[in-house]
């Protein structure tokens, strides 16, 4: 049965979209201008379901994307922008399509995606704002006063931490290379793109890092993740792992260093590996292997699906119902306060 997208929060508290694709439910990955359409502008709130139309957009504009750079024009295929929109979430979505910068890479799948829509006679192709690139934000600008030290009209180097380093090489170069999956190459690439702290990097859009030459979109949310866990601002992934799986961290470690290195941020590693390593949807009590098929066919892979999912969304699952959506509710949750 095809569920309706939702919008939900991940384990580390940021909005994403959830959608049916074929093979199950996939989580897709926001940017802050698809967040504040969704928010601001529709006024959706967690678990609220979102117009099928506004996804492909999202994807085309590269304000959404799926894990592991899955093929956007394949994804796009799979959504349906013919549902009949409301005169707000019509005006919304026509607003967003006029007002954003487009990135040229973009353009064309802008194009061809709003030419299949229900929008089209709403908005002249030329009424599109394609850009080259955007400016970056402030705060990622360098700032000239915190360069080198001048000292006899040259140039002083900048030391770093590490003893018998280079001493020429920024600071924030070797702080950026202690998140996993960020090594020298990447370091430099974003210090040149005007990373300047990892407070900075910690506050800054992926959408806006993966204009940086070499930094794909992947690689942009693991620099953003990894900066937010290295500040204090979330919880390692590791960790996080340990408390929904009961494994202990270093299992973990060696994984997500791994993925990390190929562009998969702990957000998108995290829901594989909890399945991979901790109890599936089959170890709950009182799910018989009819329910836990049709639970893992919809997407439910492990109790912490369930324990996310809303009674609504499971009683739509075959062969659920109402009563049996609460006690499988009750004894997955259960399960994860036990861990």
């Known amino acids: 049965m095809?569920?309706?997208t939702r919008l939900?929060?991940?384990?580390?508290?940021r909005l994403k979209l959830e959608v049916s694709l074929p093979g199950g439910r996939y989580q897709l990955s926001l940017d802050d201008r698809a967040i504040i359409v969704l928010?601001?502008?529709?006024?959706?709130?967690?678990?609220?379901?979102?117009?099928e139309p506004f996804v492909p957009f999202f994807v085309a504009m590269g304000d959404a994307w799926f894990p592991n750079q899955r093929d956007a024009d394949a994804i796009i295929e799979d959504f349906s922008s013919d549902e009949t929109?409301?005169?707000?979430?019509?005006s919304a979505l026509v607003s967003y399509v006029t007002e954003s910068n487009i990135a040229e890479r973009n353009a064309e799948r802008v194009r061809s995606?709003?030419?299949?829509?229900?929008?089209?006679?709403d908005v002249p192709p030329r009424d599109l704002q394609i850009v080259d690139l955007p400016s970056l934000p402030d705060s990622l600008t360098p700032d000239e006063s915190t360069g080198p030290t001048v000292k006899d009209g040259n140039p002083e180097p900048e030391a770093t931490d590490t003893e018998g380093s280079d001493r020429s090489k920024p600071k924030i170069a070797s702080d950026l290379e202690q998140i996993p999956g960020i090594g020298p190459q990447r370091a430099d690439q974003l210090v040149e793109g005007g990373v300047?702290?990892?407070e900075t990097l910690a506050d800054s859009r992926p959408g806006y890092l993966a204009d940086i030459p070499g930094i794909s979109e992947g690689v942009a949310s693991v620099a953003v993740e990894g900066a937010r866990e290295l500040v204090g601002r979330t919880k390692p992934a590791n960790e996080r792992l340990r408390d929904q799986t009961g494994v202990s961290e270093p299992v973990f470690d060696p994984a997500l260093s791994a993925l990390a290195a190929s562009g998969v941020p702990a957000s998108e590693a995290i829901p594989k590996l909890r399945t991979l390593y901790g109890p599936t949807v089959a170890d709950i009590d009182g799910v018989t292997g009819q329910q836990a098929y049709y639970l893992h066919e919809a997407g439910y892979q492990a109790p912490y699906d369930i324990v996310q999912a809303s009674q609504e969304e499971l009683t739509d699952v075959y062969q659920i119902g109402a009563k049996s959506a609460e006690s499988i509710r009750a004894a997955a949750d259960a399960m994860l306060g036990e861990q």
Do not use: H, M
């Open 113 to 121: 995606v709003l030419g299949n829509s229900s929008i089209a006679d």
């Open 2 to 4: 095809q569920q309706p």
């Open 196 to 198: 300047t702290s990892l």
């Open 85 to 90: 929109l409301s005169s707000s979430e019509r």
């Open 39 to 51: 928010t601001d502008k529709l006024g959706l709130t967690e678990r609220d379901t979102v117009p």
């Open 8 to 13: 939900i929060r991940d384990s580390v508290d």
